[in-house]
């Protein structure tokens, strides 16, 4: 396999993007992509996007193609593939790429993730993330997407004794990076109270307990490493990449207080990295609710199971803590276009390593790991990063 | 053969409203209300139950008390003026989910309140012809009354269900005998949500004629009279008018006491008699002789006078709920939380 | 949007509970698949179908304020994962109690209730909800 690098990466702001269609967003990112690699629209070999649900947020299947279009390819008819995992969609794609140019089959190629889920209700969103877990045996029988989480939190609380402030401390933290973050969608800084007195959406998580629905759009540039100097200075290397499944409903897991796959994903990638919890700098983790952020942190390794909320309470997950995670202000105050959150991860990866985070910079970060689940667990995808 | 009842079950909904509350929005005394309707407070169906769930519910109670095979019924009738679809059985969804599916025949049945009672009688026809060997007839409802309307302090949800056979008979059914004419004292337009009535032409000429004339034709069909009965239940549109029609026709308090479910839980339409008689056998023992006589607006009444048998000693009622502990772990609501169940706020999704 | 046979298909499985037992390791499962997630292929020839009692304990439960909109009636409501006897772990609605009442562990029954409906001139679905399960009397 050839060594991976990441020459370019790319975002839109996130937020309600009331101005920009899907089309827009899609483009956007990837021109600033592209032109953070400094390579032209020529020298692309393929496209893969990751998106979760354009088929019922924007009525449009199709994606590869309709992205390869407006950004100008089609007329290169370059191989273009949409990737889907529903809230791992971006992660997803993303291992495509890496795939695809770590086996020689591609050298450059351009990975994105867009969503644009603000053209529906509320309502509407709230159904089509549903979809990510189990219709037929959870959402048809009355389970929402936060009601799921619910009952991981209550058990989680139950068998470890995490608090309804340990989980509350995970935004707070979260929102506190996004205030240094100009394109996270939440740029306020919050306290404890701001989130144990927002309103109840399934107990005992709250409205600030749960990331928000989100347009935006990301994208990377990936080309072998010994390639990678001739566009940029700094390539960020991909050393590992994992992917694992697991039962698509919740109530089929092992144990609900531990998501298996991020685990065994975890394992594969630190395996081919040859690296262990303890090289990580930083790392962008799936916080879509404050308790998926305390079974990640577990669950990647970095502290005992049941030991997430007494970790994050004591700041070691914070900027200057023994691993920073969540600097870009996580799914939480960055926002959460689904399938664009995996590759916005990784640019916030990329620009830590870079050393050009500004504020939020994490001194002398040299490792880091994106972590992006789908459903309640059933997709885990994780990534290491190291600056070369 | 001796054909009669082999099992029964009942359900009613947990919630319940008073007529003081319902008095309170619609500027009537309510209190009054419940004195003159003999009713102390009304069943309230929950948003996710409709006559089908409690058919089911009513069903299931009465398989379990018996170790009857589900793949022996050949029929399910189930009578109701709520039905949830007007075309698409209720008894289907029944016969599915009691495991009887798909050997069998199954109509639902209208007539008013006594729709369940009609379907008893198909029952036993269909048992004593020896078309079927297990025949099931329920009756159950979810019934509406306009708001401010005076239905709207008695109509309620509940029902029972009733396996009917030749063989193992807790109850035989000795005499049936029905009274019907044509006469509009109550009645709903298909595509209407709430019934019309008559005002006080659905007393004399309609309930109490055609009650009575049930009563006495049965007592002259059966040779028998009020005295030879252990309990003695009728339609219960309010507690007032069954108590009144006993005492014309010559039964006493302590008979006509136990089956006088009015009071507790309104007029549950075609779920009344079933629901009064399940009450009578949660309590008859061998040897007791009971007294119906159901009314069906439009208008009809089924009367039958039965007798329990010693099947009732090793019958199995323990393993469902009676009608006395479904009358327990209530919940009252308002006026407000009312009208959210039952549909009778419009809300913006429509 | 019309799904009338999408769910008649489950309706055995949301009316009466019906799983499968795999003889071939004896696990029990809910709902029925084509074969054994652990003996896989080895569970073909295998399957039994069985209809779980519907008894359990809340594994884990949560009050629901932000609902679908069929569900709006019926808010906040309580949402659960219930372990059967039988082994085999569901998600579905508590009812007919107060969000207080209920504990880890609390024991309850399946019964028959509305799930849904769609719109005022389509289909009912009709699936599985859970009551608490009062103790005896003594």
């Known amino acids: 396999m050839r060594r991976v690098a990441v020459i370019g990466v790319g975002d839109t702001e996130f937020g309600e993007l009331w101005d920009y269609s899907f089309r827009d967003i899609g483009i956007q990112a990837g021109l600033a992509a592209v032109a953070d690699a400094n390579i032209s629209a020529d020298q692309i070999d393929a496209l893969y996007v990751g998106n979760m649900s354009a088929g019922r947020f924007i009525e449009q299947e199709h994606i590869g193609a309709l992205i390869a279009d407006y950004a100008g390819l089609a007329r290169d008819h370059i191989p ?9 969609s971006g992660g997803l794609a993303l291992r495509q790429g890496f795939t695809a140019v770590a086996s020689g089959l591609h050298d450059i190629v351009v990975v994105g993730g867009a ?120 390539p960020i290397e991909i050393v590992g990449s994992g992917q694992a499944s697991d039962t698509l409903a919740l109530h089929h897991r092992k144990d609900i207080c531990t998501m298996e796959a991020t685990k065994v994903a975890a394992k594969r990638a630190f395996a081919m990295a040859n690296l262990t919890t303890k090289d990580v700098d930083i790392a962008e983790v799936h916080d879509n609710f404050t308790i998926s952020e305390i079974l990640a942190i577990e669950d990647l390794g970095f502290f005992k199971k049941g030991e997430g909320g007494k970790a994050t309470e004591a700041g070691l997950t914070s900027l200057e803590g023994e691993i920073a995670v969540n600097t870009s202000g996580g799914l939480k105050a960055r926002g959460d276009p689904i399938g664009a959150t995996g590759l916005a991860q990784v640019v916030e990866i990329v620009t830590q390593l870079r050393g050009k985070a500004g504020k939020r910079q994490v001194k002398e970060a040299t490792v880091g790991l994106a972590h992006n689940v789908g459903g309640t667990g059933a997709t885990a995808v994780v990534h290491l990063f190291r600056r070369v | 053969m001796k054909v009669g009842i082999v099992s029964y079950g009942a359900y009613v909904p947990r919630y319940r409203i008073t007529p003081e509350e319902i008095g309170k929005v619609w500027g009537v005394d309510g209190k009054s209300m419940s004195k003159g309707l003999m009713i102390n407070c009304k069943s309230v169906p929950s948003p996710d139950e409709d006559t089908i769930t409690i058919s089911v519910e009513a069903a299931r109670s009465m398989m379990r008390r018996c170790s009857v095979n589900p793949k022996e019924i050949g029929a399910i009738y189930v009578g109701s003026e709520s039905h949830p679809y007007t075309v698409k059985p209720t008894g289907t969804i029944v016969a599915e989910a009691i495991e009887a599916s798909p050997h069998l025949t199954v109509a639902d049945f209208e007539f008013a309140c006594k729709a369940g009672t009609a379907a008893i009688q198909t029952c036993m026809g269909l048992v004593g012809s020896g078309m079927v060997k297990y025949g099931v007839a329920i009756g159950s409802d979810t019934s509406q009354g306009a708001p401010g309307d005076a239905l709207e302090y008695s109509a309620s949800a509940g029902g029972a269900a009733f396996l009917i056979g030749a063989d193992k008979v807790i109850t035989t059914i000795d005499n049936t005998y029905s009274y019907t004419t044509d006469t509009p004292d109550f009645w709903r337009r298909e ?48 507690g007032k008018f069954p108590t009144r029609v006993a005492k014309q026709l010559g039964f006493n308090d302590a008979q006509v006491k136990t089956g006088l479910l009015a009071p507790i839980i309104g007029n549950t339409y075609s779920g009344a008699v079933p629901l009064g008689l399940s009450a009578i056998l949660d309590e008859a023992k061998a040897g007791d002789r009971i007294f119906a006589v159901a009314y069906g607006s439009g208008a009809g009444s089924d009367a039958f006078e039965m007798t329990v ?29 009312y009208a959210k169940f039952r549909g009778k706020i419009i809300l913006g999704s429509e | 949007m019309a799904t009338a046979p999408r769910y008649w298909r ?40 069985i209809k779980l009692k519907g008894t359990g304990k809340i594994f884990s439960f949560t009050e629901v304020h932000d609902c679908p909109e069929e569900l709006a009636t019926q808010k906040p409501y ?8 039988e082994g085999p772990k569901v998600t579905g609605q508590i009812i007919d109690c107060e ?3 209920l504990e880890i562990g609390t024991p309850v029954r399946a019964t028959l209730r509305k799930l849904s409906e769609e719109g005022p001139s389509g289909i009912i679905h009709y ?11 003594p």
Not at chain 1, 80 to 88: C, D, H, I, K, L
Not at chain 1, 158 to 182: C, F, I, L
Not at chain 3, 35 to 41: A, L, S, T, W
Request: hydrophobic share 35%.
């Open chain 3, 78 to 85: 309580v949402l659960a994962m219930v372990e059967f006897d």
């Open chain 1, 115 to 234: 969503e644009k889920m603000t053209d529906v209700s509320d309502t509407e969103s709230a159904a089509i993330q549903s979809s990510a877990a189990d219709q037929e045996w959870e959402t048809v029988l009355g389970a929402t997407f936060p009601a799921l989480h619910a009952l991981i939190a209550k058990r989680h609380m139950h068998e470890y004794g995490t608090t309804r402030e340990q989980m509350a401390d995970v935004a707070v933290k979260n929102h506190k990076n996004g205030s240094m973050n100009p394109k996270a969608q939440f740029q306020r800084e919050i306290t404890r109270e701001t989130v144990t007195s927002s309103p109840i959406v399934a107990s005992p998580l709250r409205v600030f307990d749960c990331a928000p629905s989100s347009d935006g759009a990301a994208g990377v540039v990936l080309c072998p490493l010994d390639m990678a100097k001739k566009f940029i200075e700094t």
């Open chain 2, 191 to 238: 595509g209407q949500m709430y019934p019309r009535h008559g005002g006080r032409f659905t007393g004399e000429p309609a309930y109490f004629k055609h009650v009575m004339s049930g009563a006495k034709g049965l007592f002259e069909r059966s040779g028998t009279e009020p005295k030879d009965y252990t309990y003695a239940v009728f339609h219960q549109p309010n």
């Open chain 3, 10 to 49: 489950e309706n055995d499985s949301r009316y009466n509970l019906l799983g499968f037992k795999c003889n071939n390791c004896g696990r029990n499962y809910f709902p029925p698949r084509a074969i054994c997630p652990v003996c896989h292929r080895k569970s073909v020839g295998k399957i039994e179908e």
């Open chain 2, 309 to 337: 048998t010693d099947e009732i000693d090793g019958y199995a009622r323990y393993r469902a709920p009676t009608v006395k502990e479904l009358n327990t772990n209530l919940k009252f609501l308002d006026y407000a939380t």
């Open chain 1, 80 to 88: 273009a593939t949409r990737v889907e995992a529903a809230g791992a």
């Open chain 3, 99 to 101: 969000h207080c009442e």
């Open chain 3, 127 to 137: 699936g599985y909800k859970f009551v608490p399960v009062k103790p005896k009397a």
